[in-house]
């Protein structure tokens, strides 16, 4: 009896606290492909296997100086734009989305489209929430300055 109480608790603890395998506790993302769109990959686990996508958009002017990639993420099968914002003028509000489209009937359909608004005088990183990520699918970073507006994207990538 007392052997299958330990046990049980022992089952317990692993369930509540995670299993530590070689110092590090595996961890499992919340969601995964179209189940994450629309969610932030922070909050869903995502980020820890994000790697930057070859979209990449740098853009470096006096006021305003950022760079902003494309994540894909294997463990949720999902990508985003993440923005490291250096310097944000005064008057600036920065507008950063990541788009993409899919391929259907020997055309790209617009599929997601998610941003991420940045008030001026803000600098730090920042990210908009998930699109899901199929093997038809193409994504790239855009960005656009309010009041002035107008997307400003970069080159699709797979």
Not at 99 to 123: H, K
Not at 132 to 152: A, E, F, H, K
Request: hydrophobic share 40%; glycine share 8%.
């Amino acid at each position: 009896m007392k052997a299958a109480i330990t046990r049980m608790l022992l089952v317990l603890v692993m369930a509540v606290a995670g299993v530590v395998i070689g110092g590090q506790v595996s961890a499992q993302a919340a969601c995964s492909g179209a189940g994450c769109a629309g969610l932030d990959p922070q909050a869903q686990g995502c980020t820890s296997s994000a790697t930057d996508l070859t979209a990449t958009r740098h853009t470096s002017t006096g006021a305003v100086r950022f760079t902003a990639h494309v994540r894909s993420s294997s463990a949720c099968n999902a990508r985003w734009t993440r923005v490291v914002l250096e310097a944000n003028a005064c008057c600036y509000t920065r507008e950063f989305a990541v788009e993409s489209q899919r391929w259907f009937n020997s055309n790209w359909i617009a599929s997601d489209f998610r941003t991420v608004t940045i008030p001026s005088n803000s600098v730090g990183t920042y990210w908009t929430n998930m699109v899901d990520n199929r093997s038809d699918d193409r994504v790239r970073v855009c960005d656009q300055t309010i009041p002035d507006g107008g997307w400003s994207c970069g080159p699709w990538t797979a």
